[in-house]
C-alpha cells in the first residue's frame, strides 16, 4: 500500500522538475538573432532582465533562439552595450541597460520582463507583438512605471518616438500548460 503513495508524490516531482529546467535554461541562453529573413530593429532599456521568444506570442524557452536579451545583474548570457546604430533619441535613467537588436519580422515576438526586487518587491510583466520589416522599435521595461514593458516605433522621419500598443494586451501564458509545473 506504501507504493501506491510514492507513486503519485513521484510523478508529480518528475513533472514539476520538466518546467523548470525550461525556466533555468531560459536564463542561462542568450538571446539568438536571426540569420537570414525579414528583420526588424529593437533598442531595448531595461532596469531588470529581459527574455524573448521570437516567432511565438507565447512563452516557450525551448524555441530556437528564445534568451536573454539584456540584464542589469551579472552572470546572465546578455547583449548589453550593442549597437547597430539606430537613430533616434535614447531615453534612459540611471541603473538601466540598453541593446539594439535584430528581431524577425511578420511574426510575432514574446517578451517577458523580470524587474528587479524593490522595497520588498518583484515584479514579472510580458508583451507580444509583431515587428514589421525594417521598422525600428524601442522597448522600455521598467519597475517604476507599474512594472511595465512599453513599445514604441520610430516613424521613417526619425524624430520622435511614438507609443505602439501591444497585441494582445496583459499578461502571456506559456505556450506549452506543462510548463507551469
Same mark, same amino acid.
Given at each position: ?14 513533472? /514539476? ?21 525579414? /528583420? ?11 527574455r524573448a521568444v ?27 552595450g550593442e549597437s ?13 541597460? /540598453? ?83
Amino acid at each position: 500500500m506504501t507504493v501506491l503513495r510514492v507513486i503519485p508524490v513521484a510523478l508529480l516531482v518528475l513533472l /514539476t522538475g520538466c518546467g523548470q529546467v525550461a525556466n533555468i535554461r531560459s536564463l542561462s541562453t542568450g538571446y539568438a538573432p536571426p540569420q537570414s529573413g525579414e /528583420t526588424a530593429r529593437v533598442r531595448l532599456i531595461t532596469d531588470g532582465l529581459v527574455r524573448a521568444v521570437p516567432g511565438r506570442d507565447c512563452l516557450d524557452w525551448n524555441v530556437p533562439g528564445a534568451g536573454v536579451m539584456a540584464s542589469t545583474k551579472s552572470g546572465f548570457p546578455d547583449h548589453n552595450g550593442e549597437s547597430l546604430g539606430m537613430p533616434g533619441p535614447i531615453y534612459t535613467w540611471s541603473g538601466a541597460v /540598453t541593446t539594439e537588436l535584430v528581431v524577425p519580422a511578420n511574426k510575432p515576438i514574446a517578451l517577458h520582463y523580470l524587474g528587479q526586487l524593490q522595497y520588498s518587491r518583484q515584479c514579472f510583466s510580458s508583451m507580444t507583438f509583431v515587428p514589421r520589416p525594417g521598422v525600428d522599435y524601442m522597448v522600455q521595461a521598467t519597475i517604476y512605471a507599474n512594472c511595465s514593458i512599453q513599445l514604441h516605433e520610430l516613424p521613417a522621419h526619425g524624430q520622435q518616438w511614438e507609443p505602439v500598443e501591444p497585441t494582445p494586451k496583459g499578461k502571456l501564458s506559456m505556450c506549452n500548460a506543462m510548463d507551469n509545473f
